[in-house]
């Protein structure tokens, strides 16, 4: 059965604190990505990565770093939490197949960590 | 970039039916549908590819137009089991979005609550 892990589902920060997010799937895919997601807005990609310490930015990597040591594994950094990083972070993984490179096949979620920095 | 899904948020009575639409102003190269309960993780319905496409089950089907810029959700018969938020995921064709491995781009939901 597919499964991707999260560390935490509820975490609570301080302003300026370094906070780490942890992200684990079992499936050996080698895509994994982090999302956050906010009422209105939908899901936006942060980071993803196709590979072990490879890293792509998504659309708001601002603030964020990643890092991915291992297959299995993909962090989610916050450097410095701010206030505007309250929010719901979802990571997923994928497997990656089809012509030219192309991901055919969809993404599998975790049940997500909801962070409030305060 | 990101598909625009309509309508926002839609309320059903159990029986009746829903259609959620996914618009792209640009060709797609897959269409990802996935449903969100609150509180959980969001789950895989299915997947499109081909342009005319048409897959899914009596319930819950989708399609995909021949242009590949729209893909319509259709939930027939509605259970309160379908009540939630459900998301398309698109991936832009290799001409539009130079370079892609694979991440898909959410719209943003469109909530359905199906009533007794």
């Known amino acids: 059965d597919v499964k991707v892990t999260q560390s935490s589902r509820y975490l609570v920060k301080r302003t300026g604190e370094k906070v780490f997010l942890e992200c684990v799937q079992d499936?050996?895919?080698?895509?994994m990505f982090w999302y956050r997601q906010d009422p209105g807005l939908g899901l936006r990609l942060i980071y993803f990565?196709?590979?072990?310490?490879?890293?792509e930015k998504g659309d708001i990597p601002e603030g964020y770093s990643v890092s991915r040591e291992k297959k299995e594994r993909f962090s989610l950094i916050l450097e410095s939490a701010s206030t505007n990083q309250t929010s719901m972070y979802l990571c997923?993984?994928?497997?990656?197949?089809?012509?030219?490179?192309?991901?055919?096949?969809?993404?599998?979620f975790g049940p997500g960590t909801r962070l409030l920095v305060l | 970039q990101q598909p625009v899904q309509s309508p926002q948020a839609v309320i059903l009575r159990e029986g009746e039916d829903a259609v959620i639409n996914c618009s792209s102003s640009?060709?797609?190269?897959?269409v990802h549908w996935y449903r969100q309960k609150h509180g959980e993780a969001p789950v895989f319905l299915m997947i499109?590819?081909?342009?005319?496409e048409q897959k899914g089950h009596e319930k819950i089907s989708a399609s995909f137009n021949e242009k590949k810029q729209q893909s319509s959700l259709y939930l027939t018969a509605s259970q309160l089991s379908y009540s939630g938020t459900y998301f398309c995921?698109?991936?832009?064709?290799?001409?539009?979005?130079?370079?892609?491995?694979?991440?898909?781009?959410f719209g943003k939901g469109t909530k359905l609550s199906v009533k007794p």
């Open positions: 640009k060709a797609l190269y897959s």
């Open positions: 990565s196709y590979d072990v310490k490879m890293k």
């Open positions: 499936m050996d895919h080698e895509n």
């Open positions: 499109l590819l081909k342009g005319g």
């Open positions: 997923a993984s994928s497997l990656f197949s089809g012509l030219a490179g192309w991901n055919q096949e969809t993404q599998y």
């Open positions: 995921g698109t991936e832009m064709a290799p001409m539009n979005y130079g370079g892609s491995q694979g991440n898909l781009i």
